[in-house]
């Protein structure tokens, strides 16, 4: 989420405020999940849920928010977590559509192969960079946003980790729409291509 160049001073420490927040949240759900995934999911739930209801920095419509009582989620499922080594790719840049029709420049850098199907990983490129794996699935456009949803983007702190063994954590459960799907007015790159699956995930945030 990012304000407008014309924002107030306030906005932008709101934004640092959010992320901070965002950041803090992820470390306690990478500690909580290793011994009890489940209550890690709630508390991921839950702390999103505040943050969409209370927090200057919401993506949500104001009118949105006077009736907001949680974000619809699909009930955990241990079966749509599973851990992945990065199969490392040659690098390729690439540029994928934003949903204000904005080119993202991305670089794709490897792989990860779960029993779901496999998915690219790719840098955000630009300033600050960060890795990032989008997907779309069978539920995109009819139970999730057309767009698609994210696994991992750790320019925004969502970040469930790794394995002592290097790893991926990459666990459908903590999926989340981008903030454009709440509010037009957020640019957000959608899912490449080549990160579509051809089965439902039903795990993770999904629409009404």
């Not at 927090?55 to 749509?80: I, K, N, T």
């Not at 496999?118 to 999730?144: C, K, M």
């Not at 990160?195 to 993770?204: I, S």
Request: with cysteine; glycine share 8%; aromatic share 12%.
């Amino acid at each position: 989420m990012t304000p407008d160049s014309s924002a107030s001073d306030t906005a932008w420490l709101d934004l640092l405020d959010w992320r901070r927040q965002v950041g803090a949240l992820y470390a306690r759900v990478r500690e909580l999940r290793e011994h009890d995934p489940v209550a890690a999911h709630g508390l991921w739930q839950a702390e999103r849920n505040r943050l969409f209801r209370d927090h200057a920095q919401s993506p949500l419509l104001p009118e949105a928010r006077a009736s907001f009582d949680g974000l619809p989620v699909w009930p955990y499922d241990p079966a749509l977590s599973f851990t992945a080594p990065i199969e490392p790719l040659p690098q390729e840049h690439l540029t994928t559509p934003s949903s204000t029709g904005q080119d993202m420049p991305l670089v794709r850098f490897g792989r990860v192969t779960v029993p779901v199907g496999s998915l690219d990983v790719y840098w955000i490129d630009v300033y600050g960079g960060g890795v990032f794996v989008p997907f779309r699935d069978a539920t995109s456009g009819t139970d999730s946003y057309g767009g698609g949803r994210y696994l991992l983007d750790t320019a925004k702190s969502a970040d469930l980790g790794s394995t002592a063994a290097g790893d991926l954590v990459l666990d459908f459960n903590f999926a989340f729409h981008p903030s454009c799907f709440y509010d037009p007015r957020w640019s957000c790159p959608l899912a490449p291509p080549r990160n579509v699956l051809r089965e439902p995930v039903r795990a993770g945030e999904r629409a009404e």
